[in-house]
């Protein structure tokens, strides 16, 4: 069964740019979950999203959004890039986030803003 | 915020000695899971222990859970060089959607 799928996986933009990563979970995983990992500020929570509903979001400001569709595919948009915006971002899929069930991540994606 | 604090920050073992991390976490839980990283690479899920559980094994890790301390253990037997990577454990509670993960422990085998 196919794991989790980040695209595109390094990626350079310039200030100002914007981006969009995409993220495909396994297979009948409903639920899609984005972190940013900075080696200043480690795992950070951006958003998840259940059946094509935001449930939750994390403390980043509104540059940063979301959505998923109704194959579970779920696109991050990060607008206005900022240098601090360079990170690894990682997508997460699971059955359901709550409910004892396991969470997968994909390798990630690499920004870099320059 | 985080969540959880990993302790020790860094270990450095030799092969085939046994390795001890852990993890401190400050609100309830529901879950709590650990993760293994390498260098660049994506998270790798080792195993899930749920808030009614004490202790879980799997192949050469074996994870505790005290929740009455808000903490748990991961312990790695018998370490290869190929463990050396960062571990991090990451918190769920009821309703809230995420994970909240630790700083991270630098495990470093030596061959």
């Known amino acids: 069964k196919a794991g989790v799928t980040q695209t595109p996986r390094y990626l350079i933009k310039t200030r100002g740019q914007q981006v969009t990563l995409s993220c495909s979970p396994i297979?009948?995983?409903?639920?899609v979950s984005w972190y940013q990992q900075t080696p200043g500020q480690g795992l950070q929570f951006l958003f998840e999203?259940?059946?094509?509903?935001?449930?939750n979001k994390g403390n980043f400001p509104g540059r940063f959004s979301g959505r998923q569709f109704s194959n579970s595919r779920s696109e991050m948009n990060v607008s206005t890039l900022e240098l601090g915006d360079s990170a690894l971002y990682l997508c997460?899929?699971?059955?359901?986030?709550?409910?004892?069930?396991?969470?997968?991540f994909g390798e990630g994606s690499w920004l870099t803003v320059v | 915020s985080q969540q959880g604090e990993e302790d020790p920050q860094a270990l450095s073992i030799q092969e085939g000695e046994n390795a001890t991390m852990n993890c401190s976490y400050k609100?309830?839980?529901?879950?709590l899971q650990w993760y293994r990283q390498n260098s660049g690479r994506g998270l790798v899920h080792l195993i899930l222990?749920?808030?009614?559980?004490r202790e879980k094994h799997s192949g050469r890790l074996r994870v505790t859970l005290d929740t009455s301390k808000k903490s748990s253990s991961l312990l790695i037997t018998a370490s290869r060089a190929a463990d050396t990577a960062s571990y991090f454990c990451?918190?769920?509670?009821?309703?809230?959607?995420?994970?909240?993960f630790g700083k991270g422990t630098l495990l470093t085998v030596n061959p």
């Open positions: 997460a899929s699971s059955l359901d986030v709550i409910s004892g069930n396991t969470i997968y």
């Open positions: 297979s009948g995983h409903r639920s």
């Open positions: 999203y259940f059946s094509e509903t935001q449930r």
């Open positions: 609100t309830s839980i529901n879950n």
């Open positions: 222990i749920r808030s009614n559980e």
């Open positions: 990451a918190t769920d509670s009821l309703s809230n959607y995420k994970l909240t």
